[in-house]
């Protein structure tokens, strides 16, 4: 296609918007100029066509008068699951640093003298157990160096503190891997 023919067939799609009578000097004028030619030539080298089925695509959606009809044919959605579970995440995660944050000032983060991840979920539940953590606890040099002096009520005061840190760290893992694992 030549660049006359080029800007002929653009220029005639400009008539809708009554510009005929510069579409008529636009044209004389980039049969004369070589600069408005190497343009139409320069973009005519590097444009590929736009294939038929994508045209059916989008011409409807974006270049249609009446989008009515169009966005009636459009689904609804509704938030997905995916964007509440990690709004769920972050905002446990967001609990844990506060909870942290806490055990932290209170000094408590070593009242609890063993790790035991899937036993250690219960606190102690009798008397006798409470004690027997709390002689644990008489034996680590927190004990020793900071709070030599409190009583069992006040150790099971930050006992809960740390336990419910490592609890709901547990909560955050379950709450993140199971749903990764499904979604």
Request: charged share 15%.
């Given at each position: 296609?030549?660049p006359?023919?080029?800007?002929?067939?653009?220029?005639?799609?400009?008539?809708?918007?009554?510009?005929?009578?510069?579409?008529?000097?636009l044209?004389?004028?980039?049969?004369?100029?070589p600069?408005?030619?190497?343009?139409i030539?320069?973009?005519?080298?590097?444009?590929?066509?736009?294939?038929?089925?994508?045209?059916?695509?989008?011409?409807?959606?974006?270049?249609?008068?009446?989008?009515?009809?169009?966005?009636?044919?459009?689904?609804?959605?509704?938030?997905?699951?995916?964007?509440?579970?990690l709004?769920?995440?972050?905002?446990?995660?967001?609990?844990?640093?506060?909870?942290?944050g806490?055990?932290?000032?209170?000094?408590?983060?070593?009242s609890?003298?063993?790790?035991?991840?899937?036993?250690?979920?219960?606190?102690?539940?009798?008397?006798?157990?409470?004690?027997?953590?709390?002689e644990?606890?008489?034996?680590?040099?927190e004990?020793?160096?900071?709070?030599?002096?409190?009583?069992?009520?006040?150790?099971?005061?930050?006992f809960?503190?740390?336990?419910?840190?490592?609890?709901?760290?547990?909560?955050?893992?379950?709450?993140?891997?199971f749903?990764?694992?499904?979604?």
């Amino acid at each position: 296609m030549s660049p006359a023919m080029l800007a002929r067939t653009v220029l005639s799609n400009l008539r809708p918007l009554n510009l005929q009578s510069r579409s008529a000097s636009l044209l004389t004028k980039s049969a004369r100029s070589p600069s408005i030619s190497s343009q139409i030539r320069r973009y005519a080298l590097f444009a590929k066509p736009t294939p038929a089925s994508l045209k059916a695509k989008i011409e409807p959606r974006f270049f249609s008068n009446n989008s009515s009809a169009v966005a009636d044919a459009l689904p609804v959605l509704s938030p997905p699951p995916v964007a509440r579970w990690l709004l769920l995440s972050s905002t446990l995660v967001f609990a844990v640093i506060v909870v942290g944050g806490v055990t932290r000032l209170t000094e408590s983060g070593l009242s609890i003298t063993e790790w035991r991840p899937i036993t250690g979920v219960l606190p102690p539940l009798s008397q006798a157990q409470w004690e027997e953590e709390f002689e644990k606890y008489k034996a680590t040099p927190e004990f020793k160096l900071l709070n030599h002096s409190i009583t069992l009520s006040q150790f099971k005061s930050i006992f809960y503190m740390e336990w419910g840190h490592r609890i709901l760290g547990r909560l955050i893992g379950l709450a993140f891997v199971f749903p990764l694992a499904y979604f």
